[in-house]
């Protein structure tokens, strides 16, 4: 990756496999490089998704927030393998997305 995909990609921290029904934490950070905060340049916003499903969204503001989020989620055992989406908004440089495999076990109702 470039500085500049570094300072733009979310990183993602949570688990690699969760347990049905069991409140898991995933922190989120734009980027591994931070990106300013400035007016004229800044993090708009950062999503939280499993496949098209919206599970969080955060707005930022320039110079006073920091563009990193830690959100507490739970799975269903429906899907064994579902997909988290981090995708955050810059203001000049568009939408850019992370994504990471989560292994839900424990199902079986
Ligand atoms: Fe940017």
Redesign the pocket.
Known sequence: MTDFEK??TPVIECPDEVKEGVPFQVKIIVGSIP?VMEEG?FIQWLEVKFGENLYERVEFTPIFSVPEIIVTLTKGGKHEKRTLRAIER?N??GVWEATKEITVTGGGN
């Open positions: 300072k733009h990106h340049h810059c000049l440089h």
